[in-house]
Each structure stands twice: as C-alpha cells, then as structure tokens.
C-alpha cells in the first residue's frame, strides 16, 4: 500500500463520479474521528477543486465533557484549516426519549437534520461524508440482519440523491488509518465506537471478525456484493419509475394508482413502487421494513372494495374501489377542526374547502331535488343555529324519497363513496337531526311542504 497515493485516488474519484465542480461550497461533516479528520485533510489539501469549504460539528451531548471536548477540537482544526465552522448542541438521549427512538436512529436523524440546515444556510451543493468501504461492508450486513431487500443491500454509493458524497467509499479503514499516521493527523478516539450495545459496533468487533474465519476476504465479498447490488437496483429503480408515470398520479392529497394497471405489472416491479411512493410521501425510507410492503401488496390484492391500513411516518394507504391512494396524515388535523356552527344566512367556508350559501326567500319555490348541490329546507322544520361535522358511526338519515331511515354507512355503499372520503363529506344538522349530506342527498326531515312559510336556500360548492 502506497500512502501518497490516497489523496491521488480520491482526487480522481472526485473527477470521474462528479463528486465535486469548481464552484462548489461542500459541507464537511467532522465528527474529530480519525475517518472525518483525513478527510478534512485530504480535500483542505486538493487545491485544483476550487470549492468553498465548511466544517460543521454536531455534539450529540451522550458523552458529557468528552462530547464538549470532541466539539472544542472540531472548532480548533477549522481554525487550523481557515475554514469557516458550524456546530450545534442536541441532546439525543432526550430526542430518543421523546420520539421513542434508539439511541442509533435519534442519532441520525439529528445528524441528518443538522447537517440539512447547514447546506441550505450556506446554500451548499452538498455534503461529504467520510464512509469507507469497511463502513460499507458493516452496512451490508446490518440491513441483511434487519431483513432488507436488494436496495438496502446496495449499500451506500459515492453520490446519493439526498446531496452527500462520500469520496472515501472505495478506501479501506487500514489505507486512512496509514495516511493518519504518515501525516501525524490528530483525532478524537469516541469511547462509544466500542460501545457494543450498538448493533454497528457488535456488528464491526464481534460479527466480522467471527465471518472473517468462514472467509478471510468477508469485507471485500460484501462490498463487492454491494456494488453489484446497486447497479442492478439502478435498473430496476428506472423501470420503477416508468411503471409509477404510466399507473399513478400525485395529487394534492397523495398519490393515486389504478389497481388494475399495477396488477399486470411484474410483482418485483409493484414492491418498488411501492417503496418509492412511500419515500416520496416520508421523504425517506427509513421505518419501511418488506413487512410493509407485504401489508400493500395484500391491501392492492384485496377482495374488499373499501380497506385500509396504516403505516409509518403517519401515512395511510387507502383501497377504493379501483383506486390505491397513498396519504401522509397531518397530526395536526382533528375531528374537533371540522366542526362549527352555522347560526344563519351567509357564505360559510367549510373544512374541506368546499362552501356552503344559504338566502332566506317566502314561499312557494319549486321543492328540493333529491340528489342536487343545492337544496331548500323549511327553518320552523330545522331552525338555526346548524352544525357541520362529519360522519361518525351510527349516523342516520331519513332520505327524501324514502320511508324510515337508513344507515349513513349503507348511504355511501350504495353511492360507491369511497371510504376515506366518507370522513370528508360535510354532514348538516339541525339540532340532532341530519337534514343534508351535502352533494349527495338530501333529508326529508326538512324539506318544504303546503304549510311551509319561510325558506332557506342552501347551495353547496366544491372547489
């Protein structure tokens, strides 16, 4: 192994992958160990690149005066390098805490987030990162643990789509660790890289080295293994992309595919689209297991006209009728929001954006139709204030046209109303009685008749 040749290499890596143009602002994320450290060096060190560097540190306060200590030397090696330093302070055992995360994941998610601030502040091209091929080989291997299918297994390539490079992916832990010590680098050992309760480090001191007595070459099968795995993941992820254009639409409430088109697709082919719409809807992947995916292809495979299941990232997935539709639900949305009063007359807005006007007029005007966005109710039959909400289990109506009542569940069976629209509908009381569903059917529990004096006029518009 030639040392000097370390910084040759990834100079041309830089150059045939596109890594990094002249120009560029990069932020380096520097955690003071010995892998962000060389790779501060080398790229500080590649004059030709032209590109404005940034340091930026996160102290993820797990280590008490040791984490303010690793922060303190990330600052000064900035110093050192006349690179200007970002950093923040985030407790991370709090985070997991809060959001009921593990150490790892709270860990990167406030990684992910910090390090994403950064790039936008300084409106950065993108991040580099400082995995090697022994990180790809450890990352293999814990997504296999984890059940993975062959995008995990793909491994982390030289550039992603969420704007990180990581120019040292084809070095070995040994090659940096022999540039450290050529060049007299100073680093930060974590105490926590030993740390076994983490499944990367059991996974780096226990696992590999027990793999590596089955087959010397373990790390480099696997990274092998991973490179293979991510062009053909390429391919299939194109051709993905094509089925998605050609069987589904984004719309402003998710994403919408026709079933009977995703049925003819090849089934390897539905699974990516599948998990592409649900990063597109989380903004990552992560919390999508093969069990979810699962649960969708017995959702789209189901003999029920309506379904529906819930996944992570609070997005849900919808069967209706001949329609998939992907949602991420806001927990900000309650069924208390879509409720109030209506006390008289006006224009009201409602909750799904449709409106709702109501005129008083004198009789006689022709009477209510059954199934039209418009209506005339008889106020001593249905005196204000009204109330809209939407529907709830057990809601009844007495339809106009119809003797007794019906279940407002049969209601929207018999409409072929799919299910999550159901709970969008807006429903107008009068009191206790429901006299309007609105745009789909009217009750005759209010509407006009010889004795009727006054009337409202209601028109109901979607928008």
Same mark, same amino acid.
Request: net charge positive.
């Given at each position: 192994?030639?040392?000097?040749?370390? %910084?040759?290499?990834?100079?041309?890596?830089?150059?045939?992958?596109?890594?990094?143009? %002249?120009?560029?602002?990069?932020?380096?994320?520097?955690?003071?160990?010995?892998?962000?450290?060389?790779?501060?060096?080398?790229?500080?060190?590649?004059?030709?690149?032209? !590109?404005?560097?940034?340091?930026?540190?996160?102290?993820?306060?797990?280590?008490?005066?040791?984490?303010?200590?690793? =922060?303190?030397?990330?600052?000064?090696?900035? @110093? #050192?390098?006349?690179?200007?330093?970002?950093?923040?302070?985030?407790?991370?055992?709090?985070?997991?805490?809060? =959001?009921?995360?593990?150490?790892?994941?709270?860990?990167?998610?406030?990684?992910?987030?910090?390090?994403?601030?950064?790039?936008?502040?300084?409106? !950065?091209?993108?991040?580099?990162?400082?995995?090697? $091929?022994?990180?790809?080989?450890?990352?293999? /291997?814990?997504?296999?643990?984890?059940?993975?299918? !062959?995008?995990?297994?793909?491994?982390?390539?030289?550039?992603?789509?969420?704007?990180?490079? *990581?120019?040292?992916?084809?070095?070995?832990?040994?090659?940096?660790?022999?540039?450290?010590?050529?060049?007299?680098?100073?680093?930060?050992?974590?105490?926590?890289?030993?740390?076994?309760?983490?499944? +990367?480090?059991?996974?780096?001191?226990?696992?590999?080295?027990?793999?590596? #007595?089955?087959?010397?070459?373990?790390?480099?099968? /696997?990274?092998?293994?991973?490179?293979?795995?991510?062009?053909?993941?390429?391919?299939?992820?194109?051709?993905? $992309?094509?089925?998605?254009?050609?069987?589904?639409?984004?719309?402003?409430?998710?994403?919408?595919?026709?079933?009977?088109?995703?049925? @003819?697709? %090849?089934?390897?082919?539905?699974?990516?689209?599948?998990?592409?719409?649900?990063?597109?809807?989380?903004?990552?992947?992560?919390?999508?297991?093969?069990?979810?995916?699962?649960?969708?292809? #017995?959702?789209? @495979?189901?003999?029920?006209?309506?379904?529906?299941?819930?996944?992570?990232?609070?997005?849900?997935?919808? +069967?209706?009728?001949?329609?998939?539709?992907?949602?991420?639900?806001?927990?900000?949305?309650?069924? *208390?929001?879509?409720?109030?009063?209506?006390?008289?007359?006006?224009?009201? +807005?409602?909750?799904?954006?449709?409106?709702?006007?109501?005129?008083?007029?004198?009789?006689?005007?022709?009477?209510?139709?059954?199934? $039209?966005?418009?209506?005339?109710?008889?106020?001593?039959?249905?005196?204000?204030?009204?109330?809209?909400?939407?529907?709830? %289990?057990?809601?009844?109506?007495?339809?106009?046209?119809?003797?007794?009542?019906?279940?407002?569940?049969?209601?929207?069976?018999?409409?072929?109303?799919?299910? =999550?629209? *159901? +709970? #969008?509908?807006?429903?107008?009381?009068?009191?206790?009685?429901?006299?309007?569903?609105?745009?789909?059917?009217?009750?005759?529990?209010?509407?006009?008749?010889?004795?009727?004096?006054?009337?409202?006029?209601?028109?109901?518009?979607?928008?």
């Amino acid at each position: 192994m030639i040392v000097t040749n370390l %910084p040759a290499r990834v100079s041309r890596i830089i150059h045939e992958q596109h890594l990094i143009s %002249p120009g560029d602002t990069i932020i380096i994320a520097l955690s003071g160990g010995m892998d962000s450290s060389v790779l501060l060096d080398i790229l500080a060190g590649l004059n030709k690149l032209s !590109a404005q560097l940034v340091v930026a540190h996160l102290n993820h306060c797990l280590r008490g005066e040791e984490s303010d200590a690793d =922060e303190q030397f990330c600052r000064e090696l900035a @110093e #050192q390098y006349a690179l200007p330093f970002e950093s923040r302070r985030i407790d991370v055992a709090d985070l997991a805490r809060r =959001e009921g995360l593990n150490l790892e994941d709270a860990g990167r998610r406030a990684r992910i987030s910090f390090l994403d601030e950064v790039r936008a502040t300084w409106q !950065a091209t993108a991040i580099a990162l400082a995995h090697h $091929s022994d990180d790809q080989a450890e990352t293999v /291997l814990m997504r296999l643990l984890r059940g993975s299918g !062959a995008t995990g297994l793909s491994g982390m390539v030289l550039r992603s789509t969420n704007n990180r490079i *990581r120019p040292l992916l084809t070095s070995t832990r040994s090659e940096i660790e022999a540039y450290l010590d050529a060049r007299q680098l100073k680093h930060r050992e974590d105490s926590s890289n030993h740390d076994t309760a983490f499944l +990367r480090n059991r996974i780096r001191h226990e696992l590999l080295p027990l793999l590596q #007595q089955y087959n010397p070459a373990i790390r480099e099968r /696997l990274v092998t293994t991973a490179t293979i795995l991510a062009d053909e993941n390429e391919l299939l992820e194109h051709q993905a $992309s094509a089925l998605s254009a050609s069987v589904c639409t984004i719309t402003d409430t998710g994403i919408s595919c026709s079933l009977s088109r995703l049925a @003819e697709a %090849p089934a390897a082919l539905r699974r990516r689209l599948f998990r592409q719409a649900l990063t597109t809807l989380a903004g990552d992947g992560d919390h999508f297991s093969q069990r979810h995916i699962q649960a969708l292809e #017995q959702l789209a @495979e189901s003999s029920r006209p309506n379904a529906r299941i819930n996944l992570p990232r609070r997005i849900i997935a919808l +069967r209706e009728y001949g329609t998939l539709l992907l949602q991420k639900t806001s927990s900000e949305k309650t069924d *208390r929001a879509k409720e109030f009063e209506i006390p008289g007359p006006g224009h009201y +807005r409602l909750f799904d954006g449709s409106s709702v006007t109501l005129h008083m007029a004198r009789a006689p005007l022709a009477p209510s139709s059954r199934h $039209s966005c418009s209506a005339l109710f008889d106020p001593d039959k249905a005196p204000f204030p009204w109330h809209v909400r939407t529907f709830r %289990p057990g809601d009844r109506i007495h339809p106009l046209g119809m003797t007794g009542s019906k279940k407002l569940k049969n209601l929207f069976i018999d409409n072929k109303i799919p299910l =999550e629209k *159901r +709970r #969008q509908i807006p429903l107008i009381f009068s009191g206790d009685t429901l006299i309007w569903v609105c745009g789909v059917r009217l009750s005759r529990s209010a509407t006009l008749d010889d004795t009727s004096k006054n009337i409202v006029m209601a028109v109901y518009s979607r928008e």
